[in-house]
Nanobody, 121 residues
Framework: QLQLVESGGGLVQPGGSLRLSCAASGTIFSINAMGWYRQAPGKQRELVAVITSGGATNYADSVKGRFTISRDNAKNTVYLQMNSLKPEDTAAYYC???????????????WGQGTQVTVSS
């Protein structure tokens, strides 16, 4: 099993910054990709950013130039640095990890518990 524990959310002023962390623990053989989704009340879940095991990244257009995703493979941790935050960024942020299970030949997606980010003056 894999567990993902998130931290770093909170209340911040527009234009401010936050850094989210998501640490994986448990039996880990290979995490192929890690990333972040967010969901605001009444809105669809949105992929924010993803990073592969090799370090390739992708971002939603709405956060390009403001957010940076990174990972520390030694610590099995993924980060999301959020700068120039806007009220539209207010949402619950969920990290995920995609793990390839060799014994069943499929990839499972694991989810963190979520952390709330609120951007308001």
């Amino acid at each position: 099993q894999l567990q993902l524990v998130e931290s770093g959310g909170g209340l911040v002023q527009p234009g401010g910054s936050l850094r989210l962390s998501c640490a994986a623990s448990g039996t880990i053989f290979s995490i192929n990709a890690m990333g972040w989704y967010r969901q605001a009340p009444g809105k669809q879940r949105e992929l924010v950013a993803v990073i592969t095991s090799g370090g390739a990244t992708n971002y939603a257009d709405s956060v390009k130039g403001r957010f940076t995703i990174s990972r520390d493979n030694a610590k099995n941790t993924v980060y999301l640095q959020m700068n120039s935050l806007k009220p539209e960024d207010t949402a619950a942020y969920y990290c995920h990890a995609d793990v390839f299970l060799t014994y069943v030949g499929r990839t499972n997606r694991y989810w963190g518990q979520g952390t709330q980010v609120t951007v308001s003056s």
